[in-house]
């Protein structure tokens, strides 16, 4: 890999830490504000508002111009979303406007590897790209329970600048003075991603057109036959997983008594699994044998469910690292399947945001029924059960759905290899 695929990777890093590092400052700030517990799974949906209502626009304006730049100006959304937050808006509106930030990003994010790579390199890049990722996630939530730890956040505030006033009185301010300074280095490592060469389509201004654009691509994927197998494999990952990400908090308080900065820890442990998950995947499936990984996913959603009758921590963290690997390993070769159908079919950045369409759909849908479970007071172990549940059918579907491909793929080819 060159020194350009190391500055994206980094660039990636600095971004995903402090979007994962001001969620937990976000549940903190809600918890402050006595807000209800249900509304700490809707910081999720209403960060994932923009990349279902903008998937039309996103994917064009990433393919308008260089992914570095586009990449630069989205970091810059993030920042204006958390100094609202520490201007006192409400914690919903203000991540609602860092994930525009993050709507924007992703298409360039992972269709710059598109660009940038060979197809045979995809897989490989995408289990650093992922791998990176979950450990921005792990290093995220770990960063945002710790700065939120009482000892560790008297400490920053009880630190001056020689002459300078800083006004920094509150344990939210500070936390979000310093996510904002991460986004700020993600932008730095932005202006230094090397352009690709890839000739940029001028962005279409006729929202109309835009919107017909993206349905035909959303038609084409879901109908290629796997394209839409890989499509549906990251739908459903995404969503369960920014839907575990509020079960094991709330399961960490009700089964292991641990409070917000302890069970955010939790959080990345099961994001460690995910990382190797990644990295074996990387280096054990090729593009050619992707589909092969299907069942795992089948093993997670029965492996969760195994959550209900662990009551202590150091059973937990193996069983949440297990979750992870499963994860991991499933959704990496989806994930580079998929971009690869996607920049063959329609280019890059339209690929991604209609996967991105999907998957945050499913976030959407998944994290507001969480919050809709909780506010009718169904118990976390019911909702953990239900969540297996839904996760190991769903997956036992579109494996039923691959092998009926499969079956109509080979009918079609002795009827064309048949004498006429």
Known sequence: MSLGFYIIMAAQFFSALADNALLIAAIAILRDMQAPTQYEPLLKTFFTVSYVALAAFVGAFADSMPKWRVMFISNGIKI????????????????????????????????????????RLLVVANGWIEGLTVMAIILGVVLGG??????????????????????????????????????????????????????????????????????????????DKLGQISLAVTTLFWGAGATLQFIVIEWAKTALNLDLSKASMLQGVVAIGVAIGAVLAAKLITLRKSVRVIPLGIAMGVVVMAMTVIRD????????????????????????????????????????????????????????????????????????????????????????????????????????????
């Open 146 to 223: 710790a700065l939120i730890k009482p000892d560790i956040a008297q400490a920053l505030l009880a630190f001056d600048f020689p002459v300078i006033a800083t006004g920094i009185d509150t344990t939210a301010e500070m936390n979000l003075l310093i996510i904002g300074m991460l986004y700020l280095v993600a932008s730095l490592f932005n202006l230094y991603i090397p352009d690709t060469g890839v000739d940029h389509k001028p962005l279409k201004k006729n929202p109309i057109y835009l919107i017909h654009e993206f349905n035909h691509c959303l038609r084409l994927l879901w109908r």
């Open 80 to 119: 204006f979303g958390c100094a609202l937050m520490f201007f006192d808006v409400h914690p919903l509106f203000a991540y609602a406007v860092v994930g525009l930030g993050a709507a924007a990003y992703s298409p360039a994010k992972y269709g710059i590897l598109t660009e940038y790579l060979p197809h």
């Open 313 to 420: 921590s150091w059973a937990a963290m193996p069983l949440l690292v297990l979750i992870g690997i499963l994860s991991g390993f499933f959704v990496v070769p989806m994930n580079a399947l998929l971009q690869h159908r996607g920049h063959i079919l329609m280019g890059a950045g339209h690929s991604i945001a209609v996967q991105n369409f999907n998957e945050n759909l499913s976030i959407l849908i998944m994290t507001s029924m969480y919050s809709v479970l909780l506010h009718a007071g169904l118990h976390i172990y019911w909702v953990i059960v239900l969540f297996g549940l839904f996760v190991a059918g769903a997956m036992w579907l579109v494996m039923r759905r691959h092998e009926e491909n499969q079956r109509n793929q080979d009918a079609v080819s002795q009827l064309d290899d048949a004498p006429h």
